[in-house]
């Protein structure tokens, strides 16, 4: 079964910049969405279609992809960016949807 | 602003079938943009996508519980359910009921859950 593949945990100072990566070969054929979830919250969405944004998301939030990899990009990461963070695509037969395990992201 | 809700038992036991709904507000489920989605999350694990139905019945169901789910809608009540048959303590876990795009752009589909319920916690137990 096809899968999508996340660190399970990143680290990144107050203010500077990180990525966080997702990697499965379904990336190459169809557009990653990305997700932000706080502790005892529902998931919210920050990405959609790769690099589209949601109204009301900071524009420190981007996303990328190339190849087998979408990339959740936070400029200058702030206090309250601190959370796990998914990526969703398609499996293989591209019927079902696939989440991948999740990134926990520190902010130092 | 579209709202979601779930609501159904917060422990159910070993074998027997878990039923969840959710209700809509602030529009209508019965829309051809959109699909209505279930996902649950183990405690301390990951997201995992159970199902997703759209406006004319048609369901899609996450294959390593196919055998098990049902998603079914009410567009008179406005809600949409989930029923997981022979439970067991591996589906404790909160679920989520959420509004699931697909779409196309730039000629790649995409899929995106853009609005979630709160969710409700589900324990399996005796």
């Known amino acids: 079964s096809s899968e999508l593949t996340q660190d399970p945990a990143v680290s990144v100072a107050l203010g500077q910049t990180v990525s966080i990566t997702c990697q499965g070969d379904t990336l190459k054929s169809y557009y990653a969405s990305w997700y932000q979830q706080k502790p005892g919250q529902a998931p919210s969405l920050v990405i959609y279609?790769?690099?589209r944004r949601p109204s009301g998301i900071p524009d420190r939030f981007s996303g990328s992809g190339s190849g087998n990899t979408a990339s959740l990009t936070i400029t200058g990461a702030q206090a309250e960016d601190e959370a796990d963070y998914y990526c969703n695509s398609r499996d293989r037969s591209g019927t079902h949807v696939l989440f991948g395990g999740g990134t926990k992201l520190t902010v130092l | 602003q579209l709202l979601l809700r779930e609501s159904g038992p917060g422990l159910v036991k070993p074998s027997e079938t878990l039923s969840l709904s959710c209700s809509v507000s602030g529009g209508s489920i019965s829309s051809n943009s959109f699909y209505r989605a279930w996902i649950r999350q183990a405690p301390g694990k990951g997201l995992e996508w159970i199902g997703s139905?759209?406006?004319?019945?048609?369901?899609y169901y996450n294959p390593s519980l196919r055998s098990r789910v049902t998603i079914s809608e009410d567009v008179s009540q406005n809600q949409f359910s989930l029923r997981l048959s022979s439970v067991t303590a591996a589906d404790t876990a909160v679920y989520y009921c959420a509004r699931h795009v697909y779409d196309i752009l730039s000629g790649y589909y995409f899929d995106s859950f853009d609005v979630w319920g709160q969710g409700t916690m589900v324990a399996v137990s005796s």
């Open positions: 139905i759209y406006h004319s019945g048609t369901t």
């Open positions: 279609a790769k690099d």
